[in-house]
């Protein structure tokens, strides 16, 4: 290959037919593959295997660490940095430290879920070059697109294009870096 | 999912109409922001909005140049229209992410085309309702006093006041709501970004859709956020009109003091809020010709929840005076009979009317279907839940133990300058954002097309 | 340079020019002036010896140290233009050696204040050579160390920016060198006719100085006239002795020795002469503990509810011109006297008198009965009888010369002068002090009277009506500016000594009288010094002086007591038979806050709630529900008052309680010249007051007219609800038979209810013992006299919010005194009961639970702490406040911007700013500065060491404040009663401040 490409991108003109092709291809071995769509396809993610991810568990690390935050900061305030008797209550009154516990609890694994999905999704990302393909604008509107990407050992320019011919998408494209 | 589309005794109630493809939905939806002609009505609701801004401006300036002193307060009523408007604001909030994280794990699905704008609502609702906290102050510049930081003062918020819970579940509110709104926005950013023409929109929607390119790796994160930030918002959602409601329940003004506030605020809430998407969506979809999106079936969902969470005030309302009955407490009896029959009667038996008696009509198909009656009853709602919070508040502080120190609280002009300039703020804001965001989720609204459904053979 | 007239200007012009631009254009006139060529060429003589010269002044040294000082300001200008609020303290003399004086700590001077010319013996508070409070003088016979709501509010007016400022001739700034120089033409002129053309009008005078120096001038000027008029003074009470005695008798009372008293509309305890003594001798009789059980009973009747009716075991709303018919029957029942007329219009009256009288003559010796300042001479002609035959002469009443130098009948003397004016006999009318043309009887006509006089002089505080019809207005000095004299109720001498050197160069009548002596130049220090060394045998007078001096009061000169004879023939004059006919009759009083209008100006008085009534800035007319009822008026709705032809326009007030067919009004409001806070505010009520009846007179008739009013008052609700367990009542008998009997089942959680531990107020992290404050308020004994209110206005630096304030409910007093009735308002005679309420320091205290910021916590001695600058202003703490005792700044109401009433703030107490809350802290600062002595000295503070403001002012000992951890204090001990109880204990607030329930001891045969 004389000039180097980031892969092969095919487009659909509906969910079935791309779900489908993804199948096809992974049943053929390409694995470096990925599918482009205008709103979530659950067929898809078990027809790619993209099941697992470790959103859940950054979200419940993060929402214990507000918690703990919350009560610790409400505990030292009261008892240890500015000690002083408030309406005859004792200096540790934990029921009225929940609510604001819960409040970091929610706001800590908030902030963390969206900055793991940020994280996990590698976003922003300012350049990526499937955008090379004057039609993959279309991927937010109405079009959907499988891509076999370069990286992929069994990846061959001619063949690969030819498999994906053989799915019977609207047109095939190359993908400049 | 979206058995109503199979269902053939239901074509009415359809929650999209006929005919749509990926590609129409996305236009209609995007072409309202990426027009170049933008229709008169928009310009009118946006002037009526800045115009009613400058006047909250005015107020506000007012306000701090000389004190509170130009509103009505007064010993004992210490407390007035800017906590009635904090409470009524908040409320209003409720709806949007009732909507975009409730109905989301219930799976009910024709939430995806009203959820956007409802979301912008709460948020600009909660914009509205954090305002005052701010305002209310007899010196509003030290507002961060309330806040833990440190400090040389050597001194720290009392974390056992409600006013400091208030503080950190209304932030908390806002943020999440952000937060949940942006992730929900960014596909449809993505989608903006790919369809203008103007170099300078594309540029933004680009920064702002942080290069989001509908790749099925992200996909399925991105359910998995929105499912967590879901069920993390609906606890929150549940929590903040509770801590509101502490404000009062803390207290021990009598007709304040009483533990089922909390689950009463809640329901209120809910009910003002719905009844506020309700007062929006029904001129919109007119006006932007979305009766296909947003469907009769959408408008009397709403109604119904409107119905059933207006039966739960209702029976508030019932509870909170046999409570007063029950306690056999002088003064919480006292508390009961001024509500009722003392010097905020009107207001009294006015809300009463207006939160359990018109709501009643909802009971009835015809008027569901009718968005005119509907659009009406609930600014009739609305105006209901106000009365509310003013009686809550204002009748109880005016009246408690010594009568010694009873006294009556008149509002100002500058009183409802203040409430009615937010309403401009909300306008204001709201018509901006119909004007430059998408005000449906596009790409929600195509999952609920039939093409959308993968046919799978044989499947696995 | 300096010939061409408008360009030359010498110091007293200067001075002058300085002084008509008052407060805080100060300086920048200054400035101006500086500008001026004039001031330019004084600058440029050089020569002080010249400077001298152009001092008008007695005192030559006086010109050059002004010249120096205007010199030194005008150059120091450059630098000082930005400084536009200069603080004028350092005019401010100290009037003790400064040795005396340590920074931060106030002196203390004794003094007199005078109303209607009797002294009431005060201490003042000095910081810094500037008096900030006034309290009590304990030596003084007619205070014993509490202080009326006048004397307390003098500091105010001491430094009303509105005062007078400089001698004026016909509204021209002048000085008081050129009032002198015409002053002497003048007296020349007098001199040559034995001064038949000079007039001087005097309040009543009881000065012995002042006394001394109008009889030299009588000596001087034979023809010359004297005349006094105090429009609220006891005329009755003269007319009456000269008719039981034939002679002028001076009256005062011993309450401490009365079982049985009986007030025949007399508000004894809480207006008139040594009322403040009265108090404390009454409630001491009231006071009831474990041990002590007798009571004295009080029988009181008046036609409108007052501090005295509330106090009573039996009130009887009586019209005034009835009072004479109950006496008349009372003094049949006890055979002091016989006849008197019988309008069988009020049957009740002779019932009572029977009752009454069998009850004064169980208690011959030991009971009063006292007929009130504004009854008619015959009440007080029987009243002296009355007591006579009870024997109660020489053990609870008694007999002097009178106390006032010259005790005429002052209604005749002033309608005297104003026949001589008439007849354009006058050439010189000296009125010093006073405003008569305000006051005077409406037939009169002082206003058009006084000005056939030639030459009109008058000497006073504040410009006001009077000083319009007089060329010559010449600046008072304040009692707290000069020095002076005057007698007590039973003659007892106080020395008034200077606090302050006169804020704006006043004299007092003094010194001007002294003008008309043959030695003019005299000033007043020397002149009362000179009489009372004439006075004094021995060698011994500067220590006697001094001692005189310091202790406010001169020992020995009350007046000796005497009995005299009563002139049988002087009750025979039977008043005729008085019917309403239809109309009404009408009471004349001085307003309970403002007098007779001379506190006009006075915002403490003027926005102190007035008693049993709570209204503020106004005054009304009052009357019976049901009499409103038949005019078809409320409260608020405008009416007609015709009485001789004369007509008012004023607003009604429904007063429970108060007599029907009758109507109050009280006087001295209704000011056109009295300063900002005087002007406008109620109605004038002295148009309708005649020569022929100065109290009370039937024929009123009123009628509604269009038009609305609007009251500012501190109380919307005063019906009593016994549901509520407010005030704990009860009778001395039901008491004996059971002590809880008075607390009606109100609860009381234990305070082992609870799930929290609780604070130890004991002892401290050493173990050592803690102080722990409280306060207990005896109901039996406080009257609702207000004194409290304004001392702990004044210590406090509370604010003065105005009458649209007030009725926005935004007034600031941190103490009140709530008034409620027992019954319903429309009771004929609801039963009162008043009930004051400082911040209860709630152990467990709502305000600070839901304060965000911690702006009130709790100190380790219990107290309530607010800290104004940590505070943000939610006003949660007020919504949570079940007493509602917070008060909040809802504008800038602290003034910060007239320099003199900078000088009157408590230099220990903030200034509250905008925005934030205040409220009553027990007087912390005064707790502080008490510690801080004892710990230097290392010891515990003594039980009664720390006085609180409303504590020092109280009258009847009612408020006691002090530590109770110590089982022997004052507070632990009144505590420890049965009748102690916590306002609104029941939820569980743990209030600091409780009460002690009030107990009433009626007639057991009254019903019967």
Redo the contacts between chains.
Sequence with gaps: MNKPVYGLMAEFDNPTALVAAARAAREKGYRKLDAYTPFPIEELSDALHLHHNKLPLIVLIGGILGGLTGYLLQYYVTVIY?P???????LHSWPAYIIITFELTILFAAISCVLGLLALCGLPMPYHPTFNVPRFALASRNRFFLCIEARDPLFDTKQTSEFLESLEPREVSEVAP | MAEELQDPHVASKKIIAPGYTFGTVTDQIATVVLTKRTPVFWFGGFAAGLVLLFLFLLAVGLLFA????IW????????GFAITNFVWWIGIGHAGTLISAILLLLNQRWRNSINRFAEAMTLFAVACAGMFPLL????PW??Y??FPYPNT?G????F?????WD?FAVSTYATVSLLFWFVGLMPDLATLRDRTHNRFARFTYGILAMGWRGSAKHWSIYETASLLLAGIATPLVLSVHTVVSF?FT????PGWHSTFFPPYFVAGAIYSGFAMVLALAIPLRSVYGLEGLITDRHLENSAKVMLATGLIVGYSYMMEFFNGWYTSN??EHAAIWNRMFGPYKTAYWFLITCNIVAPQLLWFKQIRQKPALLFMSSIVVLIGMWLERYVIIVSS?AQ?????????FRATKWDWFTYVGTIGLFLFLFFLFIRLLPMISIFEVRTLLPQAKVEEEGGN | MSNNPENHLDLATVRDRLRSTGGRKYWRSLDELAATPGFADLLHREFPRQAIGWSDDENPGEGRRNFLKLMGASLALAGLTACTRQPTEHIVPYVRQPEELIPGRPLFFASAATLGGVANGVLVESHEGRPTKIEGNPEHPATLGACDIFSQASVLQLYDPDRAQAPTLNGEISGWGSFFGSLRAMLTAQKAKNGAGLRILTETITSPTVAEQLKGIQKLYPAAKWHQWEPAGPHSARAASMQAFGQPQNTYYDFSKADVVVALDSDFLASGVASLRYARQFSARRRVSEGKTNMNRLYVAEPMPTATGSKADHRMPLRAGDVEELTWALATTVQAAAGGPKTNDNGDIYRWAEKIGADLLRSKGASVVIAGEYQSPMVHALAHAINAKLGNVGTTVFYTDPIEANPTDQLASLQDLAKDLDSGVVDVLLILSGNPVFTAPADLGMAARIQKAKTRVHLSLFRDETSQVCQWHLPEAHFLESWGDARAFDGTVSIQQPLIAPLYQGRSACEILQSLSESPEMNPYVIVKNYWSSQHAGADFDAWWRRAVHDGVIAGTALPQKTPALHGEGLTAHAQKRTLGGKLEVNFRPDPTIYDGRFANNGWLQELPKPITKMTWDNAVYMNPGDAHRLGVETGSMVELSYEGRRLKAPVRIQPGHVDGSVTLHFGYGRTHGGRSANGAGFDVYPLRTSKALWQDVGLEASKVSGSYEFADT?????L?P??H?IHKGTIAEYLKDPEAVHDGAEAPAKSLTL????NYQTDEEGRPKYAWGMAIDLNSCTGCTACIVACQAENNIAVVGKD?VR???NMQWL?V???YAGTAEDPNPEFYN?P?PCMQC????????????AT????EGLNDMVYN???????C???C???V???????FSDYETPSLKLLHNPDVTVRS????EKCTYCVQRINAAKMDAEKQDRRLQDGEIQTACQASCPTEAIIFGDINDPNSRVSKMKSQKRNYG??ED?NT?PRTTYLATLRNPNPEWES
């Design positions: 500015f002083i008797n408030i309406a005859g209550r004792p | 000389k004190g509170v002193g009505g307060l007064r010993t004992p009523v210490m407390w209310h102050l007899g010196r030290l507002f006093w309330l003062m001194v720290q918020p009392n056992r006041s409600p006013l400091v503080v404000d803390i207290a021990i003004v002088v003064y502080l408690d133990y010594l009568p010694s120190s009873w006294g009556i | 109380q919307m609700e005063g019906v609800d549901a509520r407010i929290y531990p609780g604070f304030q926005r409910g935004r009140r709530d008034t409620y009930q309420i152990e467990n205290a709502p305000c600070e639970l839901v304060c965000p910021v911690q916590s709790h100190s380790a940590r505070c943000v202003g939610t006003r949660y007020s919504n949570n079940p007493y509602k917070r008060r909040f700044n809802f504008y800038l905008r925005g934030v809350m306002l609104l939820i743990r």
